[in-house]
């Protein structure tokens, strides 16, 4: 059983709530408010395109790896406590970010960052699924917490432009502190204690494996567009991270004391909810990557002006995400999460009409069904994956539906960024070929659309306005063709989850028996039954 809470805790469950969001928030943010500053690292720390790629990739390696460990910890020795300690590691590896005078040592805090971060976000949710005991008011309470995750995913750019105009670049770090620190007073005085009562012995194998596992693959994501993905390099990393993967399922299953139970993953529900939350984050983050650039380069828009460009669409993500609970209420979970993917995929699909000058008021409409989509998804997927599970075993719930965000959203920069930049570079060296800019600079403009707008930039100065116009407008069409790819892929991808959704997730949770049938056998422990 999971830990009761006293009087005084269950006196301000949205209180807590508000705190949880305050946690998810900051480490959210801090996933995208680097990204703008990817510039500034070169300027300031010299910084090259390989250093800026791992600057982003510590992070996201580090946090996803841990995530299934970290959410087993907190199941085992406390969800609040392993919060504060997330907090602090987080706090003090942001100041020492602040602080690094090489790419390497920024690299570094980054990577530690990534530990703080993967030992808050699954207990913020964990917490949540303790406090809020009713399923209708935790449906309510989880569709705050995703709007919260996916407003700090656009609000990240705006927060980092602003502190890059007006600050020193540390200040995208530094910024985290004050939050942290208030932050964590609330948590010390509000947040109930929780954890899985029902843990008798540690797992080490089963936490080894999976953070070798899942390092392993979001490594050979990370990396399989620079070494290419048929290479010997992502072969073998790919296989590894499939053998350490089998090894983790194979031990977990035959457990006593398994650190995740993997026959969950039978239960339909749970796994619907978790493919549809990659699926969703997998195409928004394939395309932020993108409409970034597209703001910046081909629109010319500044790093605070592009940022704020951005903002329309953390406002319909914030407008549906506390909807969807009360529409998942009254038209099924099965209707809103599937109506969610194809918004989506309706604005993605809407993006491929874009041009170097297509007005931004309809850039807005297209933001309103991708956010208003993801909105519709993320609450009531997060819910039917936390559903599926017992109270005392949330944090890892919570580390699967993180661990599936995360994988999702780096696949989508990977595999979406690798087709985008082969279109781009492979449909410039076509509208430059005969031109008369030299091979060397024609090779640089395709290497990247930031060196690409630099060339046609020094074109500019050295034949005049008239060449470096001709340089730009080539690398503008070329970037609107593998935006085009890119989008179409994001529809796809989210049409394909949409399909899924349809076809596995329950018409109604709430429907569901709130008490799933549990097998006591002492080979599985604690069995899910699965959910028809």
Known sequence: MHQTPTPTERRSPWLTLAVLCASVFIIVVDGTIVNV????????????????????????????????????????????????????????????????????QLIAWRAAMGVGAALI????????????????????????????????????????????EHFFWGSAFLVNVPVIVVAMIAIWRVVPTSRDTTIHRFDPLGI?????????????????????????????????????LTAFIRWERHSDHPMLDVS?????????????????????????????????????????????????????????????????????????????????????????????????????????????????????????IMGALPPEKAGVGSAVNDTARELGGTLGVAIIGSLFASVYASRLGELLSGSALPADAQRIAGESVGAGVEVARQAGEVAGPQAGSAVKAAVDAAFIDGFRVGSWVSAVVVFAGALIAWRWLPSHVAAESSELAVDESPQLGRQVSPVA
């Not at 600057?55 to 959410?71: K, P, Q, R, T």
């Not at 085992?76 to 602080?99: E, H, N, P, Q």
């Open 37 to 104: 500053a990817l510039p500034t690292f070169v300027r300031e720390l010299g910084a090259t395109t390989s250093q800026l790629q791992w600057i982003v990739d510590a992070y996201v390696l580090v946090f996803a790896g841990l995530l299934m460990a970290a959410g087993s910890i907190g199941d085992r020795f406390g969800r609040k406590g392993t919060l504060m300690i997330g907090m602090v590691a987080f706090g003090a590896t942001s100041i020492l970010a602040s602080l690094a005078t090489t790419p390497g």
């Open 121 to 164: 976000f699954p207990a913020t949710l964990a917490i949540l699924v303790n406090v809020f005991t009713n399923a209708r008011e935790r449906a309510i309470a989880i569709s705050i917490w995703a709007a919260t995750s996916g407003l700090a995913v656009a609000l990240g750019p705006v927060t980092g432009g602003f502190l890059l």
């Open 208 to 244: 080894v494996l999976s953070i070798a596992g899942v390092t392993v693959l979001v490594w050979a994501v990370i990396e399989g567009p620079k070494h290419g993905w048929t290479s010997p390099t992502s072969v073998v990393a790919f296989g590894l991270a499939a053998v350490l």
């Open 264 to 384: 969950v993953f039978t239960n339909m529900r749970f796994t619907a909810g978790s493919v549809s939350v990659a699926f969703a984050f997998f195409a928004l983050f394939g395309f932020i990557f993108m409409v970034t650039q597209y703001f910046q380069f081909v629109r010319g828009y500044g790093t605070l002006e592009a940022g704020v460009r951005t903002v329309p669409f953390a406002i319909f993500t914030g407008m549906a995400a506390p909807l969807s609970a009360k529409l998942a209420e009254r038209f099924g979970t099965k209707a809103i999460v599937t109506a969610g993917l194809v918004s989506m995929a309706i604005g993605f699909a809407w993006t491929t009409r874009d041009t170097a000058t297509t007005s931004y008021w309809l850039v807005v409409g297209q933001m309103f069904f991708m956010g208003g989509g993801l909105g519709l998804v993320s609450a009531p997927a997060t819910e039917a």
